[in-house]
């Protein structure tokens, strides 16, 4: 049953989906899905986005799931989880161009001048991902290079979404410590904030 719901209805799906009931978890997605993501959508002006932050939020919210009982009011709780996934994002964000105005500026006051610099980096970068297994340097080309979504990615390679998403972090952690190896802390920050 879908529809609207009052706040006891929405407490008893809680409830129900807190004892692992699936078929009241399809239904809380098949309800409030549609609703989060065109929130998400229209604050984030990113359907891709809104996707994936609406796959993570209900990922959470049945990973977390014996918690949902000490929940008063579902629907608030679940606006209250997009607009934490808004805000860490927009924070991530400016992270990146924070550091990226960083390694920018310290790159033009080199002697040698902003295109060796920029060179260097991205030659850096390039070996990190080089250094990778093929898995993981696949998906990452896939996620960063190609600029599918995890989610298409999943589907392309006929594996989980979480597969996707542990392989693309463990190939982040991999970049960050090529480059912390070499020195560029500065550049490895910015595969520490990551959306994908």
């Known amino acids: 049953m879908t529809g609207t719901y009052n706040d006891t209805g929405e407490r008893m799906l809680f409830k129900r989906i807190a ?14 899905g549609p609703k989060l993501k065109s929130y998400i959508s229209r604050m984030s002006r990113s359907s891709e986005i809104a996707d994936e932050m609406v796959q993570d939020i209900f990922l959470k919210l049945w990973l977390k799931r014996d918690t949902l009982t000490t929940v008063d009011y579902p629907k608030s709780w679940l606006y209250t989880m997009a607009s934490n ?6 924070k991530h964000r ?5 550091v990226l105005d960083e390694l920018y500026e310290s790159a033009k006051e080199e002697p040698f001048g902003e295109e060796v610099v920029y060179r260097e980096l991205k030659d850096a970068v390039a070996g990190a ?3 990778l297994s093929p898995r993981r340097k696949q998906i990452y080309q896939m996620a960063r290079a190609e600029g599918l979504p995890l989610a298409e990615i999943a589907g392309q390679l006929g594996i989980s979404l979480q597969t996707v998403k ?6 982040l952690v991999d970049i960050r410590q090529h480059l912390t ?16």
């Not at 004892?19 to 009241?24: F, I, K, T, V």
């Open 19 to 32: 004892e692992g009931d699936e078929l009241a978890f399809g239904e809380l997605f098949r309800n409030f």
């Open 85 to 90: 996934a808004l805000i860490n994002q927009i």
């Open 94 to 98: 400016k992270v990146k161009e924070r």
């Open 129 to 131: 991902i080089n250094a």
């Open 166 to 171: 542990n392989i693309m972090s463990e190939a």
């Open 181 to 196: 190896k070499k020195g560029l802390l500065m550049l490895a920050m910015l595969f520490i904030f990551t959306d994908k």
